[in-house]
């Protein structure tokens, strides 16, 4: 079974810190591109990150830039997103997703085949 699962969400302060991971179990994750989305209520899914398999493409949502860091460790089939300078406005479902893909680096959804459970942030004072 091929599955993705992330962790690291939580409540935290503006201007916070929180470490999200994805790790993948049935396959081998450095074959594919990872990318990372969100949705909050009311809201359209929005593309936040993507990495490509060898982590040498990275891709970033405006709403983010310099705050967010995405990475992999193909080591331990694991990506991350490291999320600095929290805002209210980053609350949201966190989902991690595989593309079909090893170098097509996009942060449209509709390009990416697995995905995890999603993992709950919410920023908040």
């Known amino acids: 079974q091929l599955q993705l699962v992330e962790s690291g969400g939580g409540l935290v302060q503006p201007g916070g810190s929180l470490r999200l991971s994805c790790a993948a179990s049935?396959?081998?994750?450095?074959?594919?591109?990872i990318g990372w989305f969100r949705q909050a209520p009311g809201k359209e899914r929005e593309g936040v990150s993507c990495?490509?398999?060898?982590?040498?493409?990275?891709k970033y949502a405006d709403s983010v830039k310099g705050r967010f860091t995405i990475s992999r460790d193909n080591a331990k089939n694991t990506v991350y997103l490291q999320m600095n300078s929290l805002k209210p406005e980053d609350t949201a479902a966190y989902y991690c997703?595989?593309?079909?893909?090893?170098?097509?680096?996009?942060?449209?959804?509709?390009?990416?085949?697995?995905w995890g459970q999603g993992t709950q942030v919410t920023v908040s004072s």
């Open positions: 049935g396959f081998t994750l450095d074959y594919y591109v």
């Open positions: 997703a595989a593309s079909t893909s090893s170098w097509y680096t996009t942060l449209s959804g509709y390009e990416y085949r697995y």
């Open positions: 990495i490509s398999s060898s982590g040498g493409s990275t």
